[in-house]
């Protein structure tokens, strides 16, 4: 092979690399996909250690939670200047009437057709509609509501009605998976999971104006408009709570950002029972004032071990059921029937929750000693309920938002006078805006033991209005 074979030779495999060389690079750029590819269907039962599917606990329930339609009408007088009104007469300018709808949710909870909801989807409607899951639309009935803890009884009467198993809601734990169930913002019912975040959610302010029991379950499962009085389930499907609120960046109008709260369902069922069977809202009725949480160093001074809390008596009203059981001022309550208590906001939702007669297991540590003692509960009266002080006197708590319009020091305790009726024999000398921080020289704390402290015969109140402190008398019949 002389010089100028060799040479061509060279020259073409070199050519020849050159072209193939685009076409493996192409063929490294996009190798062959290969895809593992499984389409049969989704079988829970083949991980029971690690579900991959809730719809078997899901399913069962949601024939049970219904859609809430509300309607009112208000009725408003036309705008029009004072002057047309003098020449024509009103009976020329009708009153205009305008219609609001409202949407939430519900559960049935009984085969006869009871559905606990949230008072504030009901709140104050002419005609409320229930869609149940199978299609059907049935005139609702209400039964009673509960401000106080936001919930509503409504009732449906129809043949064959799903209805829910409840839980023992006080055996919920931190990292409890649950599921919300509702109608939000209308789209049709929605399934949404996440888990409890947490127990006992009490001084949030969302039942604050009416004097409310908060203790929310706090859960991630998103919660959002329409979810109101829908149901939040546990692994297992049975009812742990009524969805109630959300915190959202938003306000009002927010969505939902991992922040829910929902009604336990040993309250929620507490007050069902109440309203069924009496026609109003039963609570019981301890008997202690000034009561208070207690710090570390506090807890531990008063004798308590470490890492043990309580909730210190400071007031105990005469003739109440606590001072009849032998509870005294200084003791530390410490336990309900067997459940710890942490916070004063726990022993009050507590005893609200239970029947006035009921007898109750109150543990207590007194100068070291723990004890034991039989409390028989007395009844929060529906004036007291309702937040009525003395005869014609409305009272609500003293929170931050009226603290800082009346101008009150932060350190002050007390409750505030929000109405005096024009015929209360006390509308003289009580008036909207003071502040009760004393009652026979025992400090004001909450309402109910503002109430306990007061008694048959003349009373001397401590109040506080514009910046200055007087005794004014008042005498209960």
């Known amino acids: ?125 002419d005609e409320l509609k229930v869609a149940l899951n199978d299609g059907r639309e049935l005139t609702a009935k209400l039964i009673g509501t509960d401000p106080k803890t936001d919930i509503a009884v409504i009732k449906i009467d129809a043949d064959d009605l799903p209805f829910v198993t409840l839980a023992d809601s006080d055996r919920l734990r931190v990292g409890d998976l649950v599921f919300a169930i509702g109608n939000p913002l209308g789209v049709g019912q929605t399934v949404t999971m996440g888990i409890v975040s947490a127990t006992g959610r009490s001084n949030l302010g969302i039942l604050a104006e009416q004097g409310g029991y908060e203790n929310f379950i706090q859960t991630d499962a998103s919660i959002n408009q329409g979810n109101s009085g829908g149901a ?52 019981g009725y301890l008997g202690v004032g000034s009561i208070k949480d207690l710090k570390a160093d506090e807890a531990e001074a008063l004798g308590l071990k470490k890492d043990q809390r309580g909730v210190f008596v400071g007031a105990v009203p005469k003739d109440g059921p606590a001072a009849k059981a032998g509870i005294k001022r200084s003791d530390v309550l410490t336990a309900i029937d067997g459940q710890t208590l942490n916070t004063a906001a726990e022993l009050r939702n507590k005893v609200a929750a239970k029947a006035p007669g009921t007898e109750v297991a109150v543990k207590l540590m007194r100068e070291g000693k723990e004890m034991t003692l039989k409390v028989k509960l007395g009844a929060l009266s529906a ?95």
Do not use: W
Request: aromatic content about 4%.
């Open 383 to 477: 004036a007291q309920s309702a937040g009525e002080f003395i005869p014609g006197v409305t009272v609500k708590p003293l929170d931050s938002e009226t603290r800082a319009k009346i101008g009150a020091p932060k350190d002050l305790e007390g409750i505030v006078i929000s109405e005096v009726a024009e015929d209360s024999p006390f509308n003289k000398r009580l008036v909207p805006g003071m502040i009760i921080v004393e009652i026979n020289r025992q400090t004001v704390t909450d309402v109910e033991q503002a109430q306990g402290l007061l008694q048959r015969g003349r009373n001397l109140l401590i109040v506080y209005i514009r910046g200055q402190f007087s005794p004014v008398a008042v005498t209960i019949n």
């Open 232 to 283: 939040l389930i546990d692994g297992q499907g049975r009812l742990v709570g009524i969805n109630s609120a959300i915190l959202s960046s938003g306000g009002s109008r927010g969505g939902n950002i991992g922040i829910g709260f929902a009604i336990p369902i040993n309250l929620a069922s507490s007050i069902l029972t109440s309203l069924v069977e009496t026609g109003s809202v039963q609570r």
């Open 1 to 125: 092979m002389n010089n100028r074979t060799r040479l061509n030779a060279i020259l073409g495999l070199v050519l020849l690399s050159l072209i193939s060389l685009p076409a493996c690079r192409a063929a490294e750029a996009h190798p062959k996909l290969e895809l593992k590819v499984d389409s049969s269907p989704l079988n829970a039962a083949a991980a029971k250690n690690h579900p991959t599917s809730f719809a078997d606990v899901v399913e069962p329930v949601q024939p049970a939670v219904v859609s809430v339609y509300s309607s009112k009408t208000i009725v408003q007088r036309a705008r029009v200047p004072e002057i047309f009104r003098q020449f024509y007469g009103d009976g020329a300018f009708p009153d205009q009437s305008q219609k609001h709808e409202g949407l939430g949710s519900g559960v049935i909870v009984s085969k006869n057709g009871y559905i606990l909801t949230n008072n504030h989807v009901v709140d104050d409607a």
